[in-house]
């Protein structure tokens, strides 16, 4: 071989080995699992195509970032940070990575050949929120192109534990940037902490109305992180002035793409993803109403159901579209530990909280109600055999509980899609459903002595606010609260629908519900909006809030009730709520009703109200 020859082909050499490393900087092109390599990237045939004379990169005016920026999972070190660089808004049609055996790294297909041979440069950096002078302590570069919809989500390493950080990314070599973002790294597991303060949201539908609770959490900034219980996205089809898009109920790639995509668009989503990590896990509608693990409430693991229902898309194919768009667009990390699909983990926060987040609905989760068989579930709630979460799912959590308590963790909080307490009454798609695995975690934590515990949960669009008791196993005063284990905070919605009909209606309901059941301490149904827990050495406090409204976009941020946990007390602090809650129902107490609300761009409190909580659709 000829010098110049071998110096030319060395230096092709050189440099796919570079762009190899900048595409795996990218954790887009990694499998969620490794035991699902078909979710993955083949990297090298991304790169090598790069490299071809007829690639013509972008003119830096096309691209944009289209999306805003976010940040996830934070680790003592470390954090993700996700981005959109682009040329369009609209998501990319390619279902190469969905399809076939499209193995990792080593399998080349013409699919791969065939797809966009223009990668783009993104740079990253990361400075303390302090630093003036923008001193990056962490840097790198990736590529991305349409393969993966033109996400980038990398890892931020080498940071400082419980810092506030700022982070930018911008188009290589140009002048083009992103938004500003802010981030915070977790606290390491033997920091002592005075207090840290979670905000939680769940169930936000687009056409339903606006994102304001994402935005007036955002615009007070009072939390340390975000923790979203699911229902992030919904698959249905949906009209109005905010109608979904596609305008239909999804089951490709490029339609939860598309979805994931139009989300992302919303002003106080972007605002919220923008300064604050989230911590994020899925319920069923990031996939299909009423998920479990072999099908879902509208289409079914049968033929007829796969040619009338799933549009000739079958539950499995569905999942796994799912799946690769909701990586794709969220800032979570992809948790490698040889498991199918895994999204359930824990955080160490400190030496106050260790946050447990589970899956119970997409994992391993046995039949649910599906809408027509309904009086099977009930014959069926009771078997042993039931479970939310399969047997690996559930060893783990009862192991992180027992671990928690052994380190000594001040609070174990428990980030659950759907209610545990019970406050629901004998539901079907909530752990109500499946007695045996509720009953089972119950055991284990009286069994072990483990106190201390806080379960959230989401999914239902109302508030409940409950002891955590074995009622029926173990002695329960629901007017003390004596006997209890722990207790649950269950969030409303960011917009999804609630309670029907005018606010009177929905305190009557509460009142009603509340007076049917042992646990259940608090309820109400009227108002859209989240939670923000502290927990602190000696206590745990929620503060729930609600959006007035959500047919307009609108900063009215009302308080509705807070509740106190002492340390040790594993019950709700009676007088509950003070003995006073601005809306619903709440155990021997009063509903005021003042409707005086805060403007969280004014930062001014004013006495307003709403005659219609939705959009009209």
Same mark, same amino acid.
């Not at 301490?521 to 050495?537: D, N, T």
């Given at each position: @071989? ?18 190899? &490393?900048e ?26 195509? &790069? ?14 970032? +289209? ?13 993700i ?7 369009s /808004? ?12 499209? =193995? ?26 302090s630093?003036?002078?923008?001193t990056?302590v ?5 590529? +991305? ?31 083009? &940037?992103?938004?500003l ?10 920091? =002592? /902490?005075?207090?840290?303060k ?23 900034? *009072? ?10 996205i919904?698959e ?24 994931h995509?139009?989300?992302? &668009? ?6 919220l993803?923008q ?20 099908g ?33 667009? @969220?800032?979570i ?13 824990s ?5 106050l909280v ?35 979460m ?6 783990w ?5 027992k ?18 307490s019970?406050?629901?009454g ?6 109500g459903?499946y ?7 119950l ?8 106190? =201390? ?24 005063? *629901? ?10 905070f ?17 305190? +009557? ?7 049917g ?21 000696d ?8 959006s ?32 006073k ?5 709440a155990r ?11 403007n ?12 219609? @909580?939705?959009?009209?659709?």
């Amino acid at each position: @071989m000829k010098p110049a020859v071998f110096l030319a082909l060395a230096g092709t050499i050189a440099a796919l080995s570079a762009r190899h &490393t900048e595409f795996n900087n990218n954790l887009n092109y990694h499998s969620p699992s490794p035991r699902h390599v078909n979710l993955g990237i083949d990297v090298p045939i991304v790169a090598r195509r &790069t490299l071809k004379r007829a690639a013509v990169p972008y003119d830096p005016a096309q691209l944009n970032f +289209t999306h805003g920026v976010a940040s996830g999972d934070p680790y003592p070190d470390s954090v993700i940070l996700w981005t959109r660089l682009a040329p369009s /808004l609209a998501s990319d049609t390619s279902n190469v990575t969905v399809q076939g055996t499209v =193995d990792l790294y080593d399998h080349e297909t013409e699919a791969y050949i065939k797809a966009d041979p223009n990668p783009i440069c993104v740079d990253f950096r990361v400075w303390k929120a302090s630093d003036a002078k923008k001193t990056p302590v962490s840097q790198g570069k990736a590529y +991305t192109t349409s393969d993966i919809d033109f996400t980038v989500k990398v890892e931020a390493k080498n940071l400082y534990p419980w810092t506030l950080y700022n982070y930018q990314f911008s188009l290589c070599n140009t002048n083009k &940037t992103s938004p500003l973002g802010r981030t915070k790294t977790a606290p390491t597991a033997t920091q =002592d /902490l005075s207090e840290l303060k979670l905000a939680i949201f769940s169930c936000s539908n687009y056409p339903n109305g606006y994102f304001n609770a994402y935005g007036n959490a955002a615009r007070k900034d *009072s939390h340390d992180y975000v923790v979203h219980l699911g229902d992030y996205i919904y698959e249905s089809a949906g009209g109005g002035p905010r109608a979904h898009s596609p305008a239909k109920t999804i089951f490709s790639l490029h339609d939860y793409r598309t979805r994931h995509g139009q989300y992302r &668009t919303d002003p106080d989503l972007q605002l919220l993803a923008q300064n604050f990590a989230w911590i994020p896990t899925w319920d069923d509608h990031e996939i299909a109403n009423n998920g479990y693990k072999d099908g879902f409430s509208a289409l079914n693991n049968t033929e007829a159901s796969f040619r009338t229902d799933g549009r000739l898309v079958s539950v499995d194919a569905r999942k796994m579209n799912a799946v690769r768009a909701y990586f794709e667009w @969220m800032p979570i990390r992809q948790v490698d530990l040889d498991d199918n699909l895994r999204i359930w983990r824990s955080f160490q926060l400190g030496n106050l909280v260790d946050l447990i987040i589970l899956d119970t609905r997409n994992y391993d989760r046995g039949i649910t109600s599906l809408g027509w068989n309904d009086g099977y579930i009930d014959l069926i709630r009771d078997e042993a055999s039931r479970s939310l979460m399969g047997p690996r799912q559930e060893k783990w959590f009862y192991g992180e509980l027992k671990r928690s308590h052994e380190r000594g963790a001040k609070w174990r909080v428990v980030g659950s899609q759907v209610i545990f307490s019970g406050a629901e009454g004998t539901g079907r798609d909530t752990w109500g459903g499946y007695t045996a695995n509720r009953n089972r975690t119950l055991k284990h934590l009286y069994d072990q002595g483990i106190t =201390d515990n806080v379960f959230l949960a989401g999914d239902s669009h109302q508030n409940w606010v409950a002891d955590v008791a074995w009622v029926g196993e173990k002695s329960y005063n *629901s007017e003390t609260g004596a006997g209890a284990i722990g207790v649950e905070f269950a969030g409303t919605a960011v917009t999804s629908s609630g309670g029907t009909g005018p606010i009177s209606a929905a305190n +009557t309901a509460a009142k009603k519900k509340v007076n049917g059941n042992k646990v259940l301490q608090w309820q109400e149904g009227y108002y859209r909006g989240y939670f923000v827990l502290s927990a602190q050495k000696d206590k745990v406090v929620a503060q729930y809030f609600g959006s007035p409204s959500v047919a307009t976009r609108n900063s009215w941020d009302l308080p509705l009730a807070n509740f106190t946990v002492p340390l040790g007390a594993n019950k709700l602090t009676r007088p509950i709520a003070g003995a006073k809650v601005e809306a619903g129902f709440a155990r021997g107490g009063a509903t005021t009703g003042t409707n005086i609300t805060l403007n969280t761009d004014t930062k001014l409190w004013q006495k307003i109200g709403f005659e219609t @909580m939705y959009i009209a659709k």
